[in-house]
């Protein structure tokens, strides 16, 4: 079966820059989309298509994916910006998750 | 604006089967251009795939839960359906119902989720 890697948390400070990567086999050669979840709350798309934002999200917001990696990168990280983010890709059919990253802005 | 409404028991004995229904308002669930899945999170986990259903028919389900699981569609309620038999104290979970437009012949990101909607398995 297909997996995708995440880092179990990422900290950034306000303002910075934070990246959050999703790895896996030949990742590039598919398409990754991001999602953000808040407690409580259910998932929201942030990044599809590697890097197109849907209407209504930050331009802060942006994606890149290529080889093995696709990244998630939140410029000038707001405080509203700490939740947890899963990125995605399909695999035969199968939608595959990675098993999510926390960002806790600190 | 296309929103998806989850329903069902809360609340299903081990053995016995999960109902869950996925209501679609505002938009078309009868548009070849979407797939309408099925999505479920573990208390405190990451996010599992269960399967999803076409307007054509067409389906398809994880290897993990196949044997045991039926996703239907009713159009003329503009609703979609789980059935999952057998439960076990693992199936407890959140379970979402979101949309995912047709893409180059498969399948593009979920852009409409459901508030999802907590079953738990237990006697």
């Known amino acids: 079966s297909y997996d995708l890697t995440q880092p179990p948390s990422v900290s950034v400070s306000p303002g910075q820059t934070a990246s959050i990567t999703c790895s896996g086999s030949e990742l590039g050669n598919k398409f990754a989309c991001w999602y953000q979840q808040k407690p409580g709350q259910s998932p929201v798309l942030i990044i599809y298509?590697?890097?197109k934002r849907p209407s209504g999200v930050p331009e802060r917001f942006s994606g890149s994916n290529s080889g093995n990696t696709a990244t998630l990168t939140i410029s000038g990280t707001q405080a509203m910006d700490e939740a947890d983010y899963y990125c995605?890709?399909?695999?035969?059919?199968?939608?595959?998750f990675g098993g999510g990253t926390k960002l806790a802005v600190l | 604006q296309v929103q998806l409404q989850e329903s069902g028991p809360g609340l299903v004995k081990p053995s016995q089967t999960l109902s869950l229904t996925c209501t679609v308002s505002g938009g078309s669930i009868s548009s070849g251009t979407f797939y309408w899945n099925w999505i479920r999170q573990h208390p405190g986990r990451g996010l599992e795939y269960i399967g999803y259903?076409?307007?054509?028919?067409?389906?398809f389900y994880s290897p993990s839960l196949k044997s045991r699981l039926t996703i239907s569609l009713d159009t003329s309620k503009k609703q979609f359906h789980l059935k999952l038999i057998s439960v076990t104290a693992a199936d407890t979970a959140i379970y979402y119902c979101a949309r995912a437009p047709q893409f180059r012949g498969g399948l593009d990101a979920f852009d409409v989720w459901g508030q999802g909607t907590m079953v738990t398995v237990s006697s």
């Open positions: 298509q590697d890097n």
């Open positions: 995605q890709a399909w695999d035969s059919s199968t939608a595959v």
């Open positions: 259903i076409h307007y054509s028919g067409s389906s």
